[in-house]
């Protein structure tokens, strides 16, 4: 029995350590996966623990063969060996977190490894911030106070749409601890304005839009279950009232906002006149809409898709076409994880791709598994701005929380 719990406790601190690479240290995380996966692999093997693949995590497997398929039909390969290993989480995860005594984790090390991290991570953000802001001309526009304390320079090791995510994880853990008495009120209720305020300091759109939803649905449902439905929806409305504020009166916020809206409402007015309107080296939302036109209208012209290797290289060819030379550069992606495997596999593995959320997304909420609900609806979201599957980031992150989730002690880890 002694034995067994010391198994048991190498695997959750091997968990541990590699949750920990994951939003400290991304140049590990490799390393990390590598002695988490072989260790699991032994003990489950010593043990003679059983395997069963969960079905709801068939999908990613599926994906990550279809990724193979889309590469062997592509004309250029050249990243055939890239693809493979990027994208190997895809099949490696689901198989090993369909074997064994995963119910047993110590939630709470868990929770706490996950806000530890991302304290630890945001304050290194600060510590660049601080660098940027004393090492540079601030009386320069680019390089001004908001430059040095937002964006990319808050988050030097990964993109902020992707450290929106990681602190959206840490705000779900940090409310799990303080409800099951691990973290006192007010120690919570610093950690939970600090990660707020990060959120919104990394200025990433889909990230603060999200987070303010999550916020409408929770106090929504606080204020219903603990006054009246009138008190739901007065409280609710109020909250609106103040993100409008912020919206409004926020320097960054109001710019993105705006931005937004406006190039949103001439884009859908003449979608053709946009893109032929539109500065030949656009940023932010322009870019945004000219990648999702012209994905969009190739993968119409192809809904069996144009493999993995060559969909930049027709995207670009189209890019060029309208006349967007710079942008070509660049080698930029759809910003649309959709588009992206449309474009990349076909429409066939897009259906399979959305099923397989949505099928996560109906258990989660039958079994009341918030942990899996939030982080499901918020890859389903964030797939609607950024390819956010492409990256590493973003790949470790939702395919190694969604198999974790899933195992959850449901009673233990309920935010509702």
Excluded at 242 to 248: H, M, R, T
Aim: aromatic share 18%; with cysteine; proline share 3%.
């Amino acid at each position: 029995m002694i034995s067994a719990i010391k198994k048991e406790s190498i695997i959750e601190k091997l968990i541990l350590f590699f949750i920990i690479s994951i939003f400290c240290i991304p140049k590990i995380t490799a390393i990390a996966g590598i002695l988490f996966f072989s260790s699991f692999l032994y003990i489950s093997i010593k043990k003679k623990l059983t395997f069963r693949l969960n079905r709801e995590l068939l999908f990613f497997i599926v994906l990550y063969l279809l990724y193979i398929i889309g590469m062997l039909m592509s004309n250029d390969q050249s990243n055939f060996k890239h693809i493979i290993e990027s994208k190997i989480v895809f099949l490696i995860l689901p198989l090993v977190f369909s074997i064994g005594y995963h119910k047993s984790y110590n939630h709470k090390n868990i929770h706490l490894s996950i806000v530890l991290s991302i304290i630890a991570y945001s304050i290194y953000g600060i510590y660049n911030g601080l660098l940027w802001y004393f090492d540079n001309d601030i009386s320069n526009p680019y390089f001004g106070t908001y430059y040095c304390f937002t964006r990319g320079i808050l988050s030097p090791l990964t993109h902020p749409s992707y450290d929106a995510a990681y602190v959206f994880l840490g705000v779900l853990s940090t409310l799990s601890l303080y409800k099951n008495g691990h973290l006192k009120k007010y120690i919570s209720i610093l950690i939970l304005i600090f990660l707020s305020l990060k959120i919104m300091l990394l200025f990433s759109f889909s990230g603060i839009l999200f987070y303010f939803i999550f916020l409408l649905i929770m106090v929504f449902w606080y204020a219903k279950n603990r006054w009246n439905l009138m008190a739901g929806f007065s409280i609710l409305s109020l909250l609106f009232l103040c993100i409008f504020f912020l919206l409004n009166n926020v320097p960054m916020l109001k710019t993105d906002f705006n931005n937004a809206k406006n190039h949103s409402i001439s884009y859908i007015s003449d979608p053709q006149g946009f893109i032929e309107k539109s500065d030949k080296n656009p940023n932010g939302t322009v870019i945004r809409i000219i990648m999702w036109k012209v994905s969009y209208d190739l993968i119409k012209e192809n809904p069996l898709g144009y493999g993995v290797g060559d969909a930049m290289y027709v995207t670009n060819s189209k890019l060029k076409k309208y006349g967007f030379d710079e942008m070509v550069k660049h080698d930029l992606n759809p910003h649309n994880q959709y588009l992206q495997i449309g474009l990349e596999l076909g429409i066939f593995p897009l259906l399979i791709f959305i099923f397989g959320c949505l099928y996560l997304l109906v258990n989660a909420w039958k079994s009341k598994n918030h942990f899996l609900l939030f982080i499901v609806l918020n890859l389903i979201f964030n797939c609607c701005f950024e390819s956010m599957l492409q990256r590493q980031s973003g790949i470790v992150f939702y395919t190694f929380f969604i198999c974790l989730f899933l195992q959850w002690n449901v009673k233990e880890n309920r935010l509702l």
